[in-house]
């Protein structure tokens, strides 16, 4: 599955290009917002049933009626069990997702993962009888180390020192963008013959999860659009990283790790549209008292 890009680049570039995100992320969250969670947390609740629970099932619905080989089957419900992209964040707020609500459903996120990660494994092997595993320690390391230490960073930074992460914040933000844009043209350049060779099946299937996805979070999402922006893009958004860390502990075949590659570019390009349409209603929203 090795593609024309080195595995020791595009891992470098990946790590490192989550690791500034998170931390630029991590800098603009005030410490103080997440008191306004404390107060909704029915809505919080529908949130994690949507990104941990709903997202799931919708996975296993799609590819069940779309008959698709066991392999890709695996590799999708894989994906949808893997939840807390590390740049669910960005792209909830790039689109209008609410300020203090989405970086609180993604530390939820990202902290359940360690439990729900296992017991979705387990679930899996029921229903495909297979005998595939992952500890809560592998899970919790990937989640601490790629998304809750650098932004635990920045919230810290911005708590002792506000002027400096004041001044830090753009200044990272577009550092991160820039490392974002060179990412995705390593993965593109890396996986496109991935994508291309997921085929038509399997990728109506990765859409229509994904639509599935962004449509049962913006249901689950409470009235505010702020909060149904944030509650959709981050069901809809999964971790590659995990689903990949399963696959590798358990010496997947080849045709999984490729259905999980091809999950990833073909959804973000599945949720472009939904963030565009967000970011258009946001801009519409009048502001101020």
């Not at 790590?15 to 969250?29: C, P, Y």
């Not at 949507?50 to 799931?56: I, K, N, W």
């Not at 399963?246 to 073909?266: D, G, K, Q």
Request: hydrophobic share 55%; proline share 7%; glycine share 8%.
């Amino acid at each position: 599955m090795s593609g024309p890009v080195p595995e020791w680049v595009l891992t470098l570039c990946v790590v490192s290009t989550v690791f500034t995100v998170m931390f630029g992320l991590g800098l603009a969250i005030v410490p103080g917002e997440f008191r306004w969670v404390w107060k909704r947390l029915g809505l919080m609740g529908r949130a994690l049933f949507s990104v941990l629970g709903a997202v799931p099932a919708v996975a296993l619905v799609v590819t069940r009626a779309l008959e698709l080989p066991r392999a890709a089957q695996i590799g999708i419900v894989l994906m949808s069990i893997s939840p807390g992209a590390p740049v669910a964040l960005r792209r909830s707020l790039d689109a209008g997702g609410h300020q203090a609500f989405a970086p609180s459903l993604q530390i939820c996120v990202v902290t359940l993962a360690v439990f729900s990660m296992p017991l979705s494994i387990a679930a899996l092997n029921f229903v495909y009888a297979g005998h595939a595993s992952i500890t809560p320690w592998h899970v919790a390391r990937q989640v601490f180390v790629a998304q809750l230490l650098p932004l635990g960073l920045g919230v810290a930074l911005r708590y002792l020192r506000v002027p400096l992460a004041e001044w830090l914040q753009p200044r990272v933000s577009r550092i991160g963008t820039v490392m974002l844009a060179a990412a995705v043209v390593l993965i593109l350049i890396d996986s496109w013959e991935v994508t291309i060779n997921a085929g038509l099946r399997g990728t109506a299937a990765i859409v229509l999860t994904t639509i599935g996805a962004l449509a049962v979070g913006h249901l689950l999402g409470g009235p505010d659009p702020a909060t149904r922006t944030a509650v959709a893009i981050v069901s809809a958004a999964r971790n590659p990283g995990l689903a990949l860390l399963v696959a590798t502990l358990n010496r997947a075949p080849p045709e999984i790790t490729a259905t999980v590659l091809a999950y990833l570019l073909i959804s973000v390009i599945s949720i472009a549209p939904y963030g565009l349409w967000r970011r258009r209603v946001d801009r519409q929203i009048p502001r101020g008292g």
